[in-house]
């Protein structure tokens, strides 16, 4: 029979055993991070109904969604957790308590072409809060407390949350009068990062906009200073446009709570410059980048909108969130060599190695160690002891046990540290209760390098 040649199919990501234990990490990480907020767990389908998952309609996102028929099923995969979250809440309504917090950790499909960093299936780690018909202010301010301490837990310290709010830029547009062609000009502002203030400036001259109207633009997105100075700058604009005067004082709001929330003010910033999404998003806006890495771009971003549901329900359901694109991130991560060798990656914490023919020791020595919550691994095969030794290697195991006759007869376990190589000898109990004090030292270690 010939036999087929395995493959991965370009734009999935598989990882090795070792890798896959970091990735688990992560999301480990993020879910603890995320109920300490207060956010419960969601999970939903994979699959939607098409007409479901492409209410809003066409554009690329018609483009780039996996659609299949089954039966007379016109089926789709979810592209984000987002749209599946809308049709949750209109359909459940009625069960829900509002605010409605919830995180969810769940893969995606988008079929675009995979390149470097860009992925066909891909993890996506999304928080929101869902009001029912407002939404608190606070809800936006505490965004950037989780966004700060979810990294920090990860042990990335050296990171920027950049933070606008979209009702700011449109008072602002509409003070000079350019209301109809904010988005044009957001689309270009969105690019300044990337092909620098000259070229930007250009741009809007070119598509239209007078020299003292660019410059003014530009001059206002590029605000400098702190926060506090930022903020003041801006004030000279109140009292001209409603819309601008809401959204600064939404901003100054979030601005001020942030310390509060334990944000420190190195990592955190105003940045005019931040739109995502004009058609999306309605107020407090995010984008978080690594201060070191900015070629990486925004690793976390998201922001406030006014109506989550609006295909699904006549119901006004406000909301703020942000999504972390988690496979991209733990690729750039691993590709600048920031995954932490510290933390344990084994499948196991001990590997148990009997030395005779009777496992009964050896089986009662495992049974304890897992009840004492130590995850043990027998190993029963009949290989030499040198194999046996590389398979610990090759796992990573901490621990190996060994069990042979001596250790029988004295009710004794030897335990070997696999990183030391320091060897001791106790009863199983005894051996576990230091076994796991060890290994609570070790797992203090971050996911991530400092």
Do not use: W
């Not at 995606?108 to 018909?133: N, T």
């Not at 605000?223 to 446009?241: I, M």
């Not at 909108?305 to 006004?316: F, G, I, Q, S, V």
């Not at 190695?353 to 049974?367: G, K, Q, W």
């Amino acid at each position: 029979m010939e036999k087929i040649k395995p493959r991965t199919l370009s734009g999935f990501m598989e990882l090795l055993p070792e890798k896959q234990a970091k990735m688990e990490r992560i999301m480990e990480t993020l879910r603890r991070t995320y109920s300490l907020y207060g956010f419960t767990a969601l999970d939903t389908p994979i699959i939607e109904a098409s007409e479901v998952l492409l209410a809003k309609g066409g554009g690329e996102t018609e483009k780039q969604i996996y659609r299949f028929s089954k039966g007379d099923g016109d089926l789709s995969l979810r592209f984000d957790l987002t749209v599946p979250l809308a049709k949750y809440v209109a359909l459940n309504y009625g069960q829900l308590t509002f605010p409605f917090k919830r995180y969810q950790i769940g893969k995606v499909f988008r079929g675009e072409r995979a390149q470097r960093g860009r992925f066909r299936e891909f993890y996506q780690a999304d928080i929101d809060v869902i009001g029912d018909g407002e939404l608190s202010i606070m809800n936006e301010a505490e965004i950037p407390a989780i966004i700060y301490h979810t990294f920090a837990a990860l042990g990335l310290t050296e990171f920027k949350i950049r933070v606008n709010n979209r009702k700011v830029l449109n008072g602002f547009f509409a003070i000079l009068g350019l209301s109809d062609r904010a988005a044009d000009i957001m689309h270009t502002i969105d690019r300044l990062d990337k092909i620098g203030m000259e070229k930007c400036h250009r741009l809007l001259v070119e598509d239209g906009m007078s020299e003292a109207a660019a410059a003014e633009i530009m001059a206002f997105v590029t605000t400098s200073g702190t926060s506090g100075e930022k903020l003041e700058k801006l004030g000279q604009y109140g009292g001209r446009n409603e819309s601008f005067d809401m959204g600064l004082s939404e901003l100054a709001t979030v601005a001020r709570c942030l310390p509060e929330f334990g944000v420190p003010e190195k990592n955190f910033e105003i940045d005019l410059t931040i739109a995502r999404g004009l058609d999306y998003y309605t107020g407090t806006v995010y984008e978080t980048t690594l201060t070191e890495h900015p070629e990486i771009g925004s690793i976390c971003s998201g922001g406030r909108y006014d109506n989550l549901a609006e295909y699904y329900t006549d119901k006004r359901l406000p909301g703020v969130g942000i999504s972390i694109g988690l496979t991209r991130l733990f690729y750039v991560l691993e590709e600048q060599s920031m995954l932490s060798d510290e933390i344990i990656t084994a499948p196991a914490d001990v590997l148990i190695i009997p030395m005779t023919d009777d496992l009964s020791t050896a089986i009662s020595a495992a049974t304890l160690l897992r009840e004492s919550g130590i995850r043990t691994q027998l190993y029963t095969e009949n290989k030499k002891f040198k194999a046996k030794i590389a398979y610990a290697d090759r796992l990573g195991v901490p621990f190996a046990v060994f069990i042979g006759d001596d250790e029988i007869k004295e009710g004794v376990i030897k335990v070997k540290d696999m990183r030391s190589g320091e060897q001791f000898a106790a009863a199983a109990a005894g051996a576990a209760v230091r076994i796991k004090a060890e290994l609570v030292r070790r797992g203090t270690a971050r996911v991530i390098k400092g």
